[in-house]
Structure formats: structure tokens, C-alpha cells
């Protein structure tokens, strides 16, 4: 289980490492309004865009300063899939790293229970009498 559950955290962290890495090196920033602003806990906002190419796009990203409905922000998107974007001064590796390290903790995890020799095995239990004679 902890196996499954390293694949599914990996691959969740390579997405998260190919988005920062795609946005980072062929990005393109356009001035973007925002039309909804969700403070709180877990900030959002949802913005309207307009690709180089001219196509209006509207997406929701996470943003930690506080913004109103209606002022303009620069975003970053990848023109060959528009609809990735997000703020250009918010790249940081550390998230995408975070989430690769704990994928390895869940490997070795794993990789112990696997080879821990007193843990459980698929032998069944030797039987038992209740009975003393």
C-alpha cells in the first residue's frame, strides 16, 4: 500500500515540477483582471486573461496578497496549453520538492516493510487447540 501510495505522490510531484519548470522557462506574462477574490485560509482568485494570440481565457489560481475584484495583476501562461497559468513572482521549487521527499520517505517506507522479516506474512497461523491433552 505505502508502494501505491509513493506512484501516486511522485507522479502528483512531477506535475506539480513540470508546471513551475514549463512556466518558468517559456511563460508568457499578459496582464490579467481578477473577477472573483476568495480571501481566507485557502486564497483564490479568478482571473480573465487574454493569450498573446488573442484568445480570452478565465482561470482560478492561488495568490497570497490581498486583491480586489476588478484591479489588474501581471500572470504567466504557457502558450502551448493556455490554460496552465499563475502569478510569475510565485515559482518556488519547494512545494514540487516537498512533495517528491515525502514519495521517497513512502518508498523506503515500503521498501522496510517489505523486508522486515518479523513483520506479517501470507503463511497461514498453525492451529491451535484450546484443549491441554
Known amino acids: 500500500m505505502a508502494l501505491v ?3 501516486i505522490v511522485f507522479v502528483v510531484g512531477f506535475v ?3 508546471t513551475v519548470y514549463v512556466l518558468e ?3 508568457e506574462v499578459v496582464t490579467a483582471t481578477l473577477l472573483d477574490v ?3 485560509k485557502r486564497a483564490r482568485i479568478t482571473v480573465s486573461y487574454t493569450t498573446r494570440e488573442g484568445e480570452p481565457l478565465t482561470a482560478k489560481i492561488r495568490y497570497d496578497t490581498i486583491r480586489e475584484r476588478g484591479d489588474t495583476i501581471r500572470v504567466v501562461y504557457d502558450p502551448q496549453k493556455p490554460s496552465r497559468v499563475d502569478v510569475p513572482d ?3 521549487y519547494w512545494v514540487p520538492g ?4 515525502l514519495g521517497v520517505v513512502l518508498c523506503v517506507a515500503a521498501l522496510v516493510m ?3 522479516r518479523g513483520g506479517p506474512s501470507n503463511q497461514a497461523r498453525p492451529e ?3 484443549y491441554p491433552w
Do not use: E, I, Y
Not at 516537498?98 to 521527499?101: F, Q, S, T
Open 90 to 92: 510565485g515559482f518556488s
Open 98 to 101: 516537498m512533495v517528491l521527499g
Open 5 to 7: 501510495g509513493a506512484v
Open 38 to 40: 476568495k480571501n481566507g
Open 16 to 18: 506539480q515540477l513540470h
Open 128 to 130: 491451535v487447540s484450546p
Open 114 to 116: 517489505a523486508l522486515w
Open 25 to 27: 522557462h517559456r511563460g
